[in-house]
């Protein structure tokens, strides 16, 4: 038969699965001997079944019984008891902490009868009452579903009869009625009265937290999370202490080292004579956790001591929440601690330190994401300006400029040189345009998935959002703060997009130690020796644990040589699109205009030894290392004017009887003949190079005679020829064929491959790879044609719409799109090694240096990752994550 | 140990794999007792070793000669003896008929000695030295790759010598004297002497065969064609026979009925004292079939006996070769013939009543193109116009108008409503416009592939290319005649995309009495009683014999009211863009422009009556029949003007200080908003109906509302409603929440699916499955994203290109890519069913009208194709086809 319910004493770290985490690490601490006020679990398995069916097993209720009258035995109290009631906890815990779902209720057990019997007991009518009160309050909002609105009314009613704006001034008379009132509440809203019956409000309280795991929110995050729907939540069952009870109580959270900067000690707040609830509220000021021991010496000995148990337990750094009822010490809850990037990082070495973990645990305690904030630039110190509020660190970094209220003064102020924040109430794709030309943007409305936060996220802007305290007046241009002074467009803003902190006026930005180290450019860092060693120190064993190389992505021989002192191994993607652009422009222009065969010849000759001083450079200095070099891929007008701009020069020069130059005539024919709907669908890539002759030929040519010219200089340079945009294993047979015959009239070798970026490309990666000695995977342009959506052209106009449907929990150019997109990799992987066994497979689109995506890419067992210079570093260590983890899927 | 010769009387036609398609049919006729002059056949094995090897298989040359012996015993003559020599010729003949590859090479075993004996045989030296001169010059240009201009370049200086122009007029001597040039032409071309061994030029002619498997043309036929390249070719070693000998010698080609009409009969030509390259070349006329009989009255009724057994053996109209030397009758090839498409249905049903087939067999005799081909209009009596030329078929139909040689004057012409021909030397891009005009394109060059006749049939445009007899002078604007007349700008064109004919003048069009029979319109029909007759029949069997059902994509009642007449049972595709189009196109506007949600609503409310017409007709016109609904797709900028046109003219007016309204502003604004970089990728379908609120819902609501006022009538309507471009399960979801409550509220009920036309939505069809009744496969989009390229954009830049590089053989928007978008279908058909079984799956892409796309959709296990009305019968035709055959893959 399936056990539903489990004391305390019967669980353990282990069962999170059937107990959820709060049950578990209850269940833990008692079995290692903690004082834990004794409960029972009941399991997500019940849930599940109340889920599916509608209606708790059938054996529940009696393995309730079973487990309350033992635990009534343990204490010896009942529940309801009129003269020494016991009373109880019920609490919400999934396996993973779920925001949205129902929290706790508190004071179970409680009734007209039972009220009196705890005043007995605790010799204090008020706080019997009071405890009374905040029972019919928190369950009348949270299990009946009252809003919690009309029982604030009630209180504020009654203080203000008062005259006071304490709760605390509230007496006993004060609360006695108070309850009446809330339970004549209940009554009008709910159509019954509060029950009386203990039982009866435990088994509600259960049903209540089975319920929350499909409430709105609870189950918007879990499609966002991609936490399976059908888990459930455990619910935990507590006997209650009481940290209000005199002033020998109180209650208090700790950590075993700061999770701020993680360094070693002892962290935490105490508040004397309260509940938890009350630290939440901050009504009254928290004592710093020393003076405890001023208070309290036992207990403050006794925590210390189980702090130090339960780090060596967990082997890491714990979050603690704990009680003291009249002297004796009750642990509530205990966890692994969230920390900040750099404490993740300082703390897991110094754990391998202590002995306490190896340095492979020590890479699973750090993350790709943690090590990528570290590298962001960071404000030093703020003294020079006001901090203004905190919003949400919606995209993370460092800017400064002056506050704009509208897109056109960004655009404006930016072509001018100004660094600008663009401030607005929330943003729409209008603002697009003020996104770009600004330094920062900043919100005083949304979330994390608003667009503001999504259009900056994938721009990679430092954004805050959702800053409330702020009243932003577009109209006016300022921005108006509760202590009614004003920001007036024009001021300095710095905004931290790591933190969320505003400030007014200049912060000094520091660069990041990690990438100053990186660099070598970490001349006095004492500050952070401890911080740059430990990454380092990771980084370094996730280099000797990982099997997917990491590459970079560089078109410049200066951008090779960054991606070279981050540690790239090679470059995976150099785009050649550059080497057309300045003063090439026009040869692109005589090309696209060219008459003939002759005059195309012509303009392919004279890019040829400008094209050939571009490769020297970057396989110089990519000496001895990979560097893939993609055929030029976007579409031939892109180098020339924007149709509406120069139809509109010349229409109204035309108009105005100015003379419009035979030459601009003939380009404006061009754009027009040129123009596509469809860019991204259109004429570009391969297609490109099969159709205009001795396109790809200069390319190629120009990689050999620059290869060539470097070993007889006894370099040793590794050119790798890739094609981009192939849908079908002809049209890479064709340019092979051509290539190859170059590199064999230079005399040189080089491998030929292709980018898989077209779905097409993946679905028949068996047959291209007959042609291929690589690929690359372009999730860009993959992830792209495979939803059917270009970014430039989305992620402004619906993106944050689709997360706040959930339609995706992050946008799937930010991280690959596993069952869509990395189903395409996986096939292609599969058929394109069915083929040819030692084919190279790589990828280049962003995601490569993405630390979920690097999990998979591993998972799907490619050969490499590519990544921008920056992003090389992450990528090593997710890397190791990864190899270290194994087929474990998700990092979040 | 393998086999790789084959005497004639070894084989029969069943072995076409190894014997080839001419072998396999010798061998059946040597079987079967009729006169084929002996020989054997050399296996496609035998290439296929020479091929993979470079070399011939070690035991050919001994079976070679084995047979060769058994050759000369049974015919008493030797290859090269002096005094009687045996000759033979050495023909390819592969699995599939290849053009590209080598065709003959006639009287292998002629040198310097035994011509003297076939002189002495012959009793006529000029015979016999015409002979050596054919040998030798066939074997120079095929088999030693000579240039075969030398050799004509010789024969013409002999008979410019001898004054004369007819090759008739060189006797004896001056062929003896051409002999000896052309070995010198032979020596000095390729370094060697003829051979003179009759063995040698035997094994040289035999390895040339296969060499040509692997010529240009071939590969390029093969890769378009989708010929598997290692197939190989067979070679026929045949002894010779000759009707160049005497008068009472001769050779013809014969029908066993009308090729052309499908009438019974005996149709062919015969040429007196001739051989086969004679009568292509056209030198002199040849007899109609029926003289023989007064020539040659034994022979004549022997080839008409063996006319009907060849028939009734093939059981199919059959195209003989046949050669009469000195009286006595020879077969030298037979195949099932090539007829037009009437014909094929007149055929099919005319062996169906002589009870040589049933009617399973006679289906799959005729072809869906065949059928299609049967439904353009036809240019009746061309009395009135002078047929210029022929060109090629290049698009069906028959058009009607001016000739102008620009795309500028096609367009300027067309908008004041004059029909135009586009003529031009060859098309570009550049061309587009006026290629949209015009109602049928000519051009002089280019094939089938060339970017006229691509673009052509996509846009389903007549067109006849490569009419080379045409001079066409763009900027003279004529085209010139051989006969030195011209055809001027303005002047009527009628051109035939069906047959290539280009006719001076106006030709009457005759509508398709096919089409007139499905209209219920065909009153007189006399002429085409029968032609209907056998359509119908054959398309009722198929209707009997399919599994897949046939809807029609339809968006008015007209349409609607059609597709019931062809067939269709339903409407699988009625887009809904079509209705905020015309007057309602200011209620669109008014939505962009809208300031705020109750504008929006506003203008909701006003399309709300609209819509509801709209669908109240289209589903009357269906009573009782599914109308499949698919909600609206394009992005809304497709509603508003052109962003350049309206630059252009609110620039040009503020230039000209022309008073620009603010409500253009507006509108120039919005249009400048809602403009995408690629709108194929960017806001539409769901995610238009996500972030436009209220919009699917006025949709939803009209189909629901209309219903509902049907069935108050007591009608039976069947709308399905469905949803486009959902990428993703949550997208569905969301969608399909709403529509059923709004479906619930107006009390009728409707299925709800989903178009899979995002790559992602095959890739993830098991998740989608369970938001969706049925699936509709758009395979425009699908081909479009899975390929990465845009229909519009690419069509015209480079698939000409592409097909020319054979990429494909055909566009994979005609005919759907099976190995790439197709797989994506399968997947989703798969995964989709595994989710839920009785999931109902169609297509509504232009694919589902394609014959071949067809039977692949039968293959994959969908429920029904949906197509354009006039391609209903289509496809009944090829699903009943489809049904027979099973998965036999391509139908061509």
Known sequence: MTKYVYDFAEGNKDMKDLLGGKGANLSEMTLIGLPVPPGFVITTEACQTYLATGDVPDELAAEVTEHLQALEAQMGKRLGDADDPLLVSVRSGAKFSMPGMMDTVLNIGLNDQSVEGLAKQSGNQRFAWDSYRRL?????????????????????????????????????????????????????????????????????????VFDSWNGDRARLYRRQERIPADLGTAVNVCSMVFGNMSMDSGTGVAFTRDPGSGSQGIYGDYL?????????????????????????????????????????????????????????????????????????????????????IDLDEALGRVTGAQLAQLMFPAFGDAASAKKLTKGMNASPGAAVGKAVFSSETAAEWAARGEDVILVRRETNPDDLVGMIAAR????????????????????????????????????????????????????????????????????????????????????????HDDLVAAVDRLVQHADGARRLAVRANADTPEDAQRARRFGAAGIGLCRTEHMFLGDRRQLVETLVLAEGPDEQEAAL?????????????????????????????????????????????????????????????????????LHEQNPMLGLRGVRLGLVIPGLFALQVRAIAEAAKALQEEGLDPRPEIMVPLVGAVQELEVVREEAERILAEVGVSAPIGTMIEVPRAALTAGQIAEAAEFFSFGTNDLTQMGWGFSRDDVEASFFSRYLDLGVFGVSPFESLDRDGIGRLVRIAVEEGRATRPDLHLGVCGEHGGDPDSVHFFHDAGLDYVSCSPFRVPVARLEAGRAALEGDSGDTR
């Open 136 to 208: 019919v309050q928190m369950f009348g909002k949270t299990v009946l579903g009252v809003d919690g609105d009309l029982f604030e009314h009630a209180i504020d009613a009654a203080k203000d009869a008062k005259g006071t704006e304490d709760d605390l001034d509230l007496g006993e008379a004060d609360l006695r009625a108070l309850v009446e009132q809330f339970k004549g509440i209940v009554q009008s809203e709910t159509g019954s009265p509060f029950p009386q019956e203990p039982r009866a409000q435990m088994d509600f309280a259960v049903k209540a």
């Open 440 to 527: 920062g943007i900043l919100t005083s409305r949304g979330g994390k998935t608003s667009h503001a936060a999504v259009v900056a996220r994938g721009m990679g802007k430092t954004c805050v959002c959702g800053a409330e305290e702020l009243d932003v007046d577009v109209a006016a241009k300022q921005i108006r703060l509760k202590d009614g002074s004003t920001v007036e467009e024009g001021d300095v803003l710095s905004i931290d997009g790591t933190s969320g902190a505003v400030f007014l006026g200049e912060v000094p930005v520091t660069p990041s130690p990690v990438v100053q180290y990186f660099e070598g450019e970490l001349d006095d860092h004492d500050d």
């Open 605 to 673: 000759a004279a890019l040829l030894p400008l094209q050939r001083e571009d490769f020297l450079g970057i396989l110089r200095a990519m000496d001895g290392l990979p560097v893939t070099v993609r055929l030029i891929d976007p579409p031939l007008h892109e180098f020339l004017p924007d149709l509406t701009e120069l139809s509109v020069e010349v229409a109204v020069a035309e108009a105005t009887g100015k003379d419009v130059p035979e030459q601009q005539r003939t380009l404006l024919d061009a754009v027009r003949r």
């Open 272 to 356: 004397q004579n309260a509940q938890g609830e009350d630290v939440v509220a901050g009504i009254r000021n928290t004592l710093p956790l020393q003076d405890l021991e001023g208070l309290d010496k036992a207990s403050y000995d006794e925590l210390l001591g189980i702090m130090a148990t339960l780090e060596h337990h967990y082997r890491d750094l714990c979050d603690i929440e704990f009680t003291i009822e009249r002297g004796k010490l009750w642990m509530l809850q205990t966890r692994v601690g969230k920390r900040t990037a750099g404490a993740a990082f300082r703390i897991a070495t110094q754990l391998v330190d202590e002995g306490l």
